[in-house]
């Protein structure tokens, strides 16, 4: 496979899976004519590997997943399989690929071979570390896939307007999230009015909170270290409870996040 064996790549199509009895392309290779990935290493039963592929847990990723799997199989005649359990981040997608259970290595199980749209700008201190330590078990990162997408946030017109015109207070200007000097909150739900089961373990792999580097950056940024924990596999959020939005950390009684009128 080349440099197809382990890949970490960043299409956006609207795809449906393929079925199991028919085509997608009109000179497909049927499945009884697809090959295995050969393990010279493996037995003869061993041998005969599908290229498994990482299913990330959102849209985009999925379609670009579904298309991936169509030219894998029907044009370059390869048996292949999504895993069936979703990936929630990026790096979970870069640790099934390395066949880790951790970030440490310290558990293996079958790799991966394929995960398409995996944001590497979202964990470029991880991805680097973990290239350090394990050389021999990092993923190829093999560029863009052709488009950019962004993480942001957002608020309604209509709750912009309400504040604006009944307090004049601007919330698409960041210094009107001062809470010293103003309360945006009283625009939005609180936190407490939020389902705690919908939120991850601060100890969540993959989770921002659990991510030392970006952790470490928050307390030389805010000064903020009574709002983590040193831990062995470096600094958390500090969550009284394990579940980051019922937490006092980063002010999250004061923050306002969620319209009321969604």
């Known amino acids: 496979m080349g440099a197809m064996g382990r890949l970490c790549a960043r299409i956006f199509l609207v795809l449906l899976p393929p079925s199991a009895v028919s085509l997608c392309l009109e000179d497909g ?4 004519n697809r090959r295995y990935l050969s393990d010279t290493a493996a037995s003869a039963d061993e041998s005969r590997t599908p290229i498994r592929m990482v299913m990330y847990d ?3 990723a999925e379609m670009a997943s579904t298309l991936t799997h169509i030219l894998v199989t029907e044009h370059f005649g390869y048996h ?3 895993n069936q359990q979703r990936t929630l981040g990026s790096f979970d997608g870069v640790l099934e690929l390395a066949g880790c259970t951790t970030e440490d290595c310290s558990q293996r199980y079958a790799e991966s071979h394929i995960a398409m749209e995996c944001w590497m700008s ?3 201190f991880q991805f680097a570390r973990f290239a350090a330590e394990h050389p021999d078990k990092v993923p190829f990162d093999l560029g863009s896939i ?3 997408g962004e993480n942001s946030l957002s608020v309604r017109g209509a709750v912009r307007d309400d504040a604006y015109f009944t307090s004049g207070l601007s919330l698409e200007f960041y210094k009107s999230y001062n809470t010293t000097l103003h309360h945006p909150k009283l625009f939005f739900d609180s936190i407490t009015d939020l389902d705690i089961n919908d ?3 601060c ?3 993959g989770n921002n909170f659990a991510n030392d580097v970006e952790m470490r950056a928050y307390g030389r940024w805010t000064g903020d270290w009574d709002g983590l924990e040193e831990t062995e ?3 958390i959020a500090k969550c009284s409870d394990g579940s980051a939005g019922k937490s006092d950390v980063f002010g999250l009684e004061e923050i306002p996040i969620l319209n009321k009128r969604l």
Not at 29 to 32: G, L, Y
């Open 233 to 235: 596999s470096g600094y």
């Open 199 to 201: 939120f991850a373990p």
């Open 146 to 148: 052709g488009y950019f």
């Open 58 to 60: 959102w849209g985009s």
């Open 29 to 32: 290779v049927p499945e009884q």
């Open 122 to 124: 979202e964990i470029p």
């Open 80 to 82: 292949a399989v999504m």
């Open 203 to 205: 100890n969540t792999t």
